[in-house]
């Protein structure tokens, strides 16, 4: 058992989807893996381990933000061998070029985080998904027959859901960068200090530049979308 994660040793696949909700965990285990098995409630942060097309996989729910995500990360890499991990998650939309409900699979996280920077000593970093993870996610969504667009760009992973200074999220779209969540910087960060394999994987669930939101209902069925690619992905 690791601090925050119940499972015995062997118990947590080598392939993790991490959704930030532990909830979402639950749902993907019950709709899309076969015998899920519960091997975590430490804080009602579920893990479920069970079989997607014969390979076994994990789903572990990593809480929200760089700081809860690093430390469920840092246990499934550090302390039980885990070596894919792909998060499944949701992003708001900062362009114009996407749009509600798209699928951004993230190649590299922005952060306005100082995590990197303590991490760093004050120099900045790149964090980037595996490419072959990447690859394979793209080819996946290709295959699929989606109903919105698929984006493979930048993800701006931010400390604070309820900014007070939106206008810091300028210069980040006019440098590219597609959308805002809170967690990827740290878990590319965290894979490549363990020598591992990680890729972010995000629906549009709300706009900056729109202001439309998702309902919960759409917030499930695009959902499930992202889960195959993930699952197609992390297991190719
Ligand atoms: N900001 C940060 N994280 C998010 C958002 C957002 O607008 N939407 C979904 N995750």
Not at 29 to 57: I, P
Not at 108 to 125: K, W
């Amino acid at each position: 058992m690791s601090t925050h994660i119940a499972a015995e040793p062997g118990q947590i696949a080598p392939v993790v989807l991490m959704p930030g909700d532990p909830l979402r965990a639950k749902w993907i285990a019950e709709t899309f893996l076969d015998d899920a098995e519960c091997y975590s409630e430490v804080r009602g942060m579920l893990g479920f381990t069970g079989t997607w097309n014969g390979h076994r996989v994990s789903v572990q729910g990593s809480g929200m933000g760089q700081p809860s995500m690093s430390i469920y990360a840092s246990e499934l890499l550090g302390e039980y061998d885990v070596q894919t991990i792909v998060r499944v998650g949701s992003c708001g939309g900062l362009t114009e070029k996407v749009g509600m409900r798209d699928i951004i699979i993230a190649q590299g996280a922005c952060t306005d985080s100082g995590i990197n920077r303590v991490r760093f000593h004050g120099l900045d970093y790149a964090p980037v998904a595996d490419f072959e993870l990447l690859r394979a996610a793209v080819e996946a969504a290709e295959t699929l027959d989606l109903d919105h667009a698929v984006h493979v760009g930048l993800l701006l992973s931010s400390d604070q859901f309820y900014t007070t200074r939106p206008e810091l999220n300028e210069p980040f779209v006019a440098h590219g960068v597609l959308g805002v969540e809170m967690e990827t910087s740290a878990l590319y960060t965290l894979a490549a200090f363990h020598g591992r394999f990680a890729l972010s994987i995000c629906t549009v669930s709300d706009h900056l530049v729109t202001h439309e939101a998702t309902s919960a209902q759409e917030r499930e069925q695009t959902f499930g979308d992202m889960v195959e690619i993930a699952l197609a992905a992390a297991t190719a």
